[in-house]
T-cell receptor, first 115, second 112 residues
Framework: NAGVMQNPRHLVRRRGQEARLRCSPMKGHSHVYWYRQLPEEGLKFMVYLQKENIIDESGMPKERFSAEFPKEGPSILRIQQVVRGDSAAYFC?????????????FGQGTRLTVV | QKEVEQDPGPLSVPEGAIVSLNCTYSNSAFQYFMWYRQYSRKGPELLMYTYSSGNKEDGRFTAQVDKSSKYISLFIRDSQPSDSATYLCAMREGGSQGNLIFGKGTKLSVKP
């Protein structure tokens, strides 16, 4: 049973380009969460999605960032017109059908570097 | 005041020592408390999970939650060099779904 799969593991983008980060949840998991980890900082919640629905995007920057989790395929975190401050590790986590004691399992992350 | 406070360390101990890691928090609505271990350039790995107050033990690891003091702890007995990592506390309110609030993490080094 594969874990949460994220790709690419490393991504380099020039300022102004778009970054697309992919996350395939664990088998049987229908809930996906994206987190960002800046250097020397803890993980910060960005967005929570179920299939075809955004449930909570309270941690997403208002501009340039978007996320989706289509009916088929991985969840995508998209960052448009990247800036140097977007350089960070982006982690995806997934959990099964929600009960109050759900555990979230994390992927290995995508390290985005904006040059 | 941040929602979750965690001393970033670094913390260096000799092999075999008992390690104590802790976090304090301000939101009394938190009910679920977790400890994650994160090796360098890897994703967080869930170590311990506790609901409400009390203790939970798993092998060399013991998690404690004191909701009255808004204080949680992770103890590692007989620490090993392989325990060297960053330890993140995380917590969430009851009923919320996956919106975890993390501490900044404590970097632990266990010297052989």
């Amino acid at each position: 049973n594969a874990g949460v799969m994220q790709n690419p593991r490393h991504l380099v983008r020039r300022r102004g380009q778009e970054a697309r980060l992919r996350c395939s949840p664990m088998k049987g998991h229908s809930h996906v969460y994206w987190y960002r980890q800046l250097p020397e900082e803890g993980l910060k919640f960005m967005v929570y999605l179920q299939k075809e629905n955004i449930i909570d995007e309270s941690g997403m920057p208002k501009e340039r960032f978007s996320a989706e989790f289509p009916k088929e395929g991985p969840s995508i975190l998209r960052i448009q017109q990247v800036v140097r401050g977007d350089s960070a590790a982006y982690f995806c986590a997934s959990s099964p059908q929600v009960t109050s004691n759900t555990e979230a399992f994390f992927g290995q992350g995508t390290r985005l570097t904006v040059v | 005041q941040k929602e979750v406070e965690q001393d970033p360390g670094p913390l260096s101990v000799p092999e075999g020592a008992i390690v104590s890691l802790n976090c304090t928090y301000s939101n009394s609505a938190f009910q679920y408390f977790m400890w994650y271990r994160q090796y360098s350039r890897k994703g967080p790995e869930l170590l311990m999970y506790t609901y409400s107050s009390g203790n939970k033990e798993d092998g060399r690891f013991t998690a404690q939650v004191d909701k009255s003091s808004k204080y949680i702890s992770l103890f590692i007995r007989d620490s090993q060099p392989s325990d060297s990592a960053t330890y993140l506390c995380a917590m969430r309110e009851g009923g919320s779904q996956g919106n975890l609030i993390f501490g900044k993490g404590t970097k632990l080094s266990v010297k052989p």
